[in-house]
């Protein structure tokens, strides 16, 4: 109400104002939108409360989540030790706690998809005669993918991938079970029998060694590999162009044999747990060429290498807040293909270029190729989480803010 003070009645008591109409319609619309204003106040109170609780809760709920990220992680190593100990044991424990499954398919995924174990001791555990470690040995090599490789391509996979034994008994089931799988993957190819495969898959072996080795002073030269090699396809030679090929392309370059550590060491550990490891097939820039190359996803970071199990990085890819990723529609496309792209500017990505220097990237899209469809729907599931992560705090922290925005300017006590 208003008063005024200096008017007073007979009785002393102040004078009530008269009012108009007009004036105590006005007057009744203020008392309204004050009330209103008020409740306005009290539900952005009550909404940066609700903030700050959640903002806690999420806090709380990534304490917890590291706790079990860094058990886990604990859980894993712990394992991997003993398996590059004794690999039998090895298994036994990450099994007993559920990190791999009891059947051949889940430890043979495990130890294809372990880079960072024991390449020794991978190989130890493989050649064993027990039955189910055969069974390991038949689905490890299965789940390589020989095709359209010729056969010292494939022998590079397949010997990159674990330590071969010494033991001629282990080594003789090992290249049987390469053969068959190669004549598989390759059923229209030049070797079509699997003896055929596993007689030249031995002698090339041979001439790795020969080649490369110091202590072989007696080399073989390409004929005398051509003659060694004379009707092992069911009584008939192969072709000589065929043997040229494959002396001259052990000759540049020898088998990649990995050593006993399988390359633990601090450059492993930093890829060590990453939420998606896998071959994808990179889309180049100016050129539009294509090349295959090995994929590690961890913590907002796509690494890649031009080998599984390279110590040397050739790029990354950031996944920054503002990404995207999407299967790529395009009927002209390969199959199977996915692109992470940006709406607003370059991605801040890095490669080396050909004289291995780091250089910027300068796309606003990197297109990408998945070996099946299933594989595509797991990469853009696995980005998309990675990409979620890194918005997650985020999208808490800007709806405070827009608050913080609306009654900024309102002398609030606890509002700064």
């Known amino acids: 109400f208003l008063f005024r003070v200096n008017m007073t009645t007979d009785a002393g008591y102040p004078e009530r104002v008269s009012r108009s109409e007009e004036e105590e319609k006005l007057l009744k619309e203020i008392r309204e939108e004050k009330e209103r204003l008020w409740f306005e106040i009290q539900e952005l109170r009550r909404q940066i409360i609700d903030v700050d609780n959640e903002l806690a809760a999420l806090d709380e709920v990534n304490d917890e989540d590291m706790r079990a990220e860094k058990e886990n992680q604990r859980v894993h190593r712990t394992g991997r030790n003993k398996f590059n100990d004794n690999p039998k044991e090895g298994i036994k424990f990450l099994q007993q706690q559920g990190k791999i499954g009891q059947s051949a398919d889940d430890v043979a995924k495990y130890l294809l998809k372990g880079e960072f174990l024991n390449k020794r001791a991978i190989g130890d555990y493989l050649g064993e005669g027990k039955e189910f470690n055969i069974d390991v040995l038949k689905k490890f090599i299965g789940l390589q993918d020989f095709t359209g490789k010729n056969i010292v391509g494939a022998l590079r996979v397949f010997l990159a991938s674990f330590h071969l034994p010494g033991e001629a008994q282990k080594i003789d ?216 992560k890194l918005n997650e705090n985020d999208s808490v922290q800007q709806r405070k803010k827009r608050i913080l925005s609306a009654v900024k300017g309102l002398d609030l006590p606890g509002m700064e």
């Open 173 to 388: 089931r090992m290249m049987q079970f390469f053969a068959n799988r190669y004549v598989e993957c390759n059923p229209s190819g030049t070797l079509v029998n699997t003896d055929t495969c596993y007689i030249l898959a031995y002698s090339t072996i041979m001439l790795n060694t020969s080649l490369h080795n110091p202590s072989v002073k007696d080399k073989l030269t390409v004929e005398k590999f051509i003659s060694m090699n004379r009707g092992i396809d069911g009584g008939k030679d192969l072709p000589p162009d065929l043997l040229t090929d494959i002396y001259e392309d052990v000759k540049k370059e020898a088998f990649k044999i990995p050593g006993g550590n399988g390359g633990v060491n601090e450059f492993a550990e930093t890829f060590d747990n990453p939420e998606k490891t896998g071959w994808l097939t990179k889309e180049g820039g100016k050129y539009k060429s294509r090349h295959k190359r090995w994929f590690i996803l961890k913590e907002g970071m796509l690494y890649y290498f031009k080998q599984s199990g390279d110590e040397e990085l050739i790029g990354t890819i950031p996944l920054q807040v503002d990404l995207k990723v999407r299967p790529v529609e395009d009927p002209k496309a390969p199959p199977n293909c996915f692109e992470i792209y940006s709406e607003i500017g370059v991605i801040k990505a890095w490669k080396k270029d050909s004289d291995k220097r780091a250089v910027p990237g300068n796309h606003d899209t990197y297109r990408l190729q998945a070996p099946s469809e299933d594989e595509q729907k797991e990469w853009i599931l696995a980005i998309n989480d990675a990409i979620s």
